[in-house]
């Protein structure tokens, strides 16, 4: 059975490679998305190392001169998605967004170096990506933290990969929707409308591109400028266990001022991650920045801090609190607590389990020795693909596939489980 689903699940990578990147799925998404591209190549690192590491390197071919990696390349031409590059307008030779996302390059980094066969071709790669995600990682803090804090905060939604998450519900409020270009999605063109944002959150979300457009994307001044700030733990633990990837890379590879740095940032951010646990919920909340709240959500992003280095009873206290999901959905883990008003099962961020997200808590509950929970992580996503296929996501209670279909990060979830397994 699994040797089926892993050739399955590798047709679907083959499928979706453009040479040198993939698209997450064809129609929906047609081109190289950040994150996407970073979990996706773990999936081909267990059959083909050299596609692995081309992945990650064509995505860092267009890091930006500041240090910032932008959240979508836009390699070729395709009018079937919006904003496109003439609503971006970023001015790079092959056109970018001007916004980021999770930083998981320096984690992908380590684990494909960790595991890989070849081992010249695994120090050639590694050694080329040691400063572009350093220099990313210091973008960050440098950009996204200017008062030090040692947690970076997000400037859009796209930002943090859960577009339309309920933990911005409050924020977006505040973005103006004035003078927002009237515009066509392309989105629910491709996927059903009820599992998608809304045209409301759409305004605001082009509203956002707009004004930075208007700064002229630069970084050193789209944070303050920002109406839409807010400090998401899910999306600083994946920073910081890519810091910490990056220390323990750079240990290896004898570069001693880059793993000084990212060590120190990876403790900073441990540290500071601790200012967002929220004893009542379970978990970390997000903390809205632009003015100085908490926001109350029981979603993902408070669980995913389990990713880092966080300590042992805080770990064992996310495993409890997704023990407790796991009583309210039949397939972990929702996105937001199903208890609530606003869960909402297909729609995107709002309630739908994600193999990516099972993936990176499940990696670090193992870490802490939660085993238990772990295992339920584990089968619930294998059973997710066997009932209804590689989907973007899945409701949490009726395992109906959601979003777009023959996702390439799924496939690369479900290959890393089924190896794991073994
Ligand atoms: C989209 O277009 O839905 C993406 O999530 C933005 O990155």
Same mark, same amino acid.
């Given at each position: 059975m699994s040797e089926e689903v892993i050739n399955a699940a590798r ?28 979990? !996706?190549?773990?999936g081909?690192?267990h059959f ?12 860092? =071919? ?48 380590? *684990? ?29 803090? *440098? ?21 339309? !998450? ?20 392309? =989105? ?14 759409? =305004? ?6 707009? #004004? ?11 944070? =303050?400028?920002?109406?839409? *700030? ?10 910081? *266990? ?20 990212? #060590? ?114 584990v089968n619930?996503s294998l059973l997710?693909i066997e009932?209804?296929?590689f ?20 496939a690369?979830m479900v290959i890393e489980f089924l190896t794991r397994e073994r």
């Amino acid at each position: 059975m699994s040797e089926e689903v892993i050739n399955a699940a590798r047709a679907i990578l083959i499928d979706n490679d453009r040479g040198g990147y993939t698209v997450p799925t064809k129609g929906l998404y047609p081109f190289q998305w950040n994150w996407d591209s970073c979990l !996706s190549a773990l999936g081909f690192g267990h059959f083909d190392e050299a596609r692995a590491w081309a992945e990650i390197q064509t995505l860092f =071919d267009h890091q930006w001169e500041d240090g910032m990696v932008p959240h979508i390349v836009f390699h070729e031409e395709d009018d079937g998605y919006f904003p496109g590059p003439s609503v971006w307008q970023t001015g790079r030779p092959v056109p970018t967004t001007g916004i980021t996302q999770p930083a998981v390059a320096g984690f992908a980094v380590r *684990r494909l170096y960790e595991r890989a066969q070849d081992k010249a071709l695994a120090e050639e790669h590694a050694r080329s990506l040691l400063p572009k995600v350093a220099a990313w990682h210091d973008w960050f803090y *440098r950009c996204r933290d200017p008062e030090g804090s040692g947690l970076v905060a997000i400037i859009h939604p796209w930002e943090s990969g859960r577009d339309n !998450s309920v933990d911005w519900d409050a924020a977006l409020e505040r973005v103006p929707t004035v003078g927002v270009m009237s515009f066509e999605r392309r =989105d629910i063109l491709h996927a059903n409308p009820a599992h998608r944002p809304t045209n409301a959150q759409y =305004d605001r979300y082009v509203w956002l591109v707009q #004004h930075f457009r208007s700064l002229g994307w630069d970084n050193s001044r789209l944070h =303050d400028a920002s109406p839409f *700030r807010v400090v998401d733990p899910g999306f600083n633990a994946i920073l910081i *266990r890519a810091c910490d990837d990056l220390g323990w890379l750079a240990d290896k590879l004898g570069d001693k001022d880059i793993a000084e740095r990212s #060590h120190a940032q990876a403790a900073r951010g441990i540290t500071a991650l601790e200012t967002l646990w929220n004893d009542e919920f379970g978990q970390y909340l997000c903390y809205d920045r632009a003015v100085g709240v908490p926001v109350e959500s029981p979603s993902i992003g408070g669980l995913l801090p389990a990713f880092a280095a966080i300590p042992d009873h805080r770990a064992a206290a996310l495993a409890r609190t997704i023990d407790k999901l796991g009583q309210k959905a039949k397939y972990l883990i929702p996105s937001h607590d199903p208890e609530t008003a606003v869960y909402d099962g297909a729609r995107y961020w709002r309630g739908p389990a994600w193999l990516i997200v099972n993936y990176m808590i499940a990696d670090g509950l193992a870490r802490a020795g939660e085993e238990a929970t772990v295992e339920r992580i584990v089968n619930d996503s294998l059973l997710l693909i066997e009932e209804s296929g590689f989907a973007e996501y899945y409701d949490p209670i009726t395992g109906e596939p959601c979003g777009g279909g023959r996702f390439t990060w799924t496939a690369a979830m479900v290959i890393e489980f089924l190896t794991r397994e073994r």
